[in-house]
């Protein structure tokens, strides 16, 4: 049973740049939500994916945009990226539909993003 | 608002020593969920254990337990006989009403052998 798989494990940007970040969910799993965690922090929410809508947003600025496809799996567009923007981008995947659900949140490996 | 305050930073054990983790949380929202992830120097976080608000029941799993005091918001973990493979950062985690989760700064736990 494969888990949570991001792509690609590295990146290096420069300022100014665009970079797309890739996530497929645990088989089974119907949601994909992103967080940022910047070096010796906690992660911090970006947003939520289900049934192809952004379902919630953290306070991260319209530069973080995302995408989910018919088979679950999303993207984590940045642009104009900042030297501020690097950092592990974690994916993870749950089931549920509403808040009330049981659902935990598995996640990935991480991409690390550094901009130059 | 809700918040999550872990406030040890580095906890530092020889091997086979008991290592309690410390959590308090902020909501006020009377149903919510807490959590525990591990995060090992690969960067993966693994989900160790959840517990719901309505539920106070302490319990363990193996060498884990959590000890969850809604009185005082609070939700401690606590991992038995200490082994090198558990050096990592542990995070504690709260979700309500939403969808997303409320990471603590994380801990630092080094075994020793």
């Known amino acids: 049973d494969a888990g949570v798989t991001q792509s690609p494990t590295h990146l290096i940007k420069t300022r100014g740049q665009q970079v797309t970040l890739r996530c497929s969910p645990k088989?089974?799993?119907?949601?994909v939500s992103w967080y940022q965690q910047a070096l010796g922090q906690g992660p911090q929410f970006i947003f939520q994916?289900?049934?192809?809508?952004?379902?919630q947003r953290g306070n991260f600025p319209d530069r973080f945009s995302g995408h989910q496809f018919p088979n679950y799996s999303s993207e984590l567009n940045v642009n104009a990226l900042w030297l501020g923007d690097s950092a592990l981008y974690l994916c993870?995947?749950?089931?549920?539909?509403?808040?009330?659900?049981?659902?935990?949140?598995?996640f990935g490996p991480g991409t690390r993003l550094t901009v130059l | 608002a809700q918040k999550v305050t872990q406030a040890q930073t580095e906890i530092s054990v020889v091997e086979k020593e008991d290592v309690t983790l410390d959590c308090v949380y902020e909501t006020r929202d009377t149903t919510y969920y807490l959590f525990w992830y591990k995060q090992p120097p690969s960067g993966e976080l693994v989900f160790l254990i959840r517990r719901n608000s309505f539920d106070e029941q302490n319990e363990i799993s193996g060498r884990y337990s959590w000890n969850f005091q809604k009185s005082t918001s609070s939700f401690n973990f606590t991992i038995t006989a200490s082994q090198v493979v558990d050096s990592a950062v542990y995070f504690c985690a709260l979700r309500f009403n939403d969808y997303k989760l409320s990471f603590g700064a994380g801990t630092t736990v080094t075994v020793r052998a």
């Open positions: 994916y289900y049934e192809e809508e952004e379902r």
């Open positions: 088989s089974g799993h119907d949601t």
């Open positions: 993870a995947s749950s089931t549920g539909t509403s808040w009330a659900s049981t659902d935990t949140q598995y």
